[in-house]
């Protein structure tokens, strides 16, 4: 499995990239920005994508059913295709959008530049979205 971001995790927050190979083997995983020390870099709002080798319908409705429950203070975007997942905040697609921007990275871009806080807060709410899912997924009784 290829972990392009294998460092991202703070004090009493689930590693995310850990939380997933519980659910399965993962052909590929990656979150930007990763935790490197660089604080600047939570001005941009996450993306996190990942695939799994073999697909499992229940863990993917589970993650699914989290996203939507999931009370955060940001709408999350979740995409699907061939195999592949993204989740990212809602706000990167209206930026793109109202400014005309075309493409996710420079929407991130803009908004680091123009909306900071808006990154920042989204960073958190990923981290407080790896705990909601480790524990959802508890309760669930699937990993």
């Known amino acids: 499995m290829n972990e392009s971001n ?36 939570y001005d941009r709002p996450p993306i996190l994508s ?21 009370p955060s203070k940001i709408k999350w975007h979740f995409t699907y295709r061939e195999g592949w997942w993204a989740l990212f905040p809602e706000y990167i697609l209206e930026i793109m959008k109202r400014e005309n921007i075309d493409g996710y990275e420079p929407a991130r871009s803009w908004l680091r530049e123009n909306e900071p806080e808006f990154g920042r807060m989204a960073n958190r709410e990923l981290a407080r979205f790896a705990n909601y899912l480790k524990e959802f997924s508890n309760v669930k009784r699937l990993i």
């Open 50 to 70: 990942w695939g799994f080798i073999n697909e499992n319908p229940n863990i993917d409705a589970m993650i699914i059913e989290a996203i939507k429950a999931f």
């Open 6 to 41: 294998s460092c991202w995790k703070t004090q009493n927050q689930t590693n995310i990239f850990q939380l997933f190979r519980n659910f399965g083997e993962l052909k590929n995983m990656s979150l930007s920005p990763c935790n490197d020390g660089d604080e600047d870099q």
